[in-house]
């Protein structure tokens, strides 16, 4: 079975979880997905995420964040840049997500970012996904 977009498939399953409450997630192991789960670390969305097993089959094991009162710290997760549409954007031209209650996760020439992130080292790029 090929997969078209396995970023959408990694958001799918990280949403799919998230809607049953669930803590933990298993999702198909890509250097981009090891990156972009990275920067939902360092910006607090999940808790933490494993590299599991050897190639070819490699997994991820995420695990989400709860709030002290259990409640869910990824309310919303989605696609932005898609394989039959991308999108980029300049540095002046990153958009912020709630107000700065979320972020938008940039691949740029300096790897995977968050927008603030990238704002920071001044550089745009293709905007992967939103998570607030």
Not at 50 to 67: D, H
Not at 118 to 128: D, T, V
Request: charged letters at 25%; a positive charge; proline letters at 5%.
């Amino acid at each position: 079975m090929s997969m078209t977009d396995p970023i959408a498939d990694l958001l799918t399953r990280i949403r799919n979880v998230n809607v049953l409450g669930r803590i933990s997630v298993r999702a198909p192991y890509s250097q981009i997905k090891e990156q972009i789960l990275m920067t939902l670390k360092r910006e607090g969305f999940i808790e933490d995420f494993q590299v599991e097993g050897e190639i070819p089959a490699k997994a991820l094991s995420i695990q989400l964040k709860f709030g002290p009162e259990g409640e869910k710290v990824i309310r919303k997760i989605d696609r932005v840049s898609k394989p039959g549409c991308r999108v980029y954007s300049s540095v002046a031209d990153l958009p912020v997500v709630r107000e700065g209650q979320g972020i938008t996760v940039v691949s740029t020439s300096q790897g995977i970012l968050s927008d603030n992130e990238a704002r920071q080292r001044n550089i745009g790029g293709e905007l992967l996904c939103r998570v607030y």
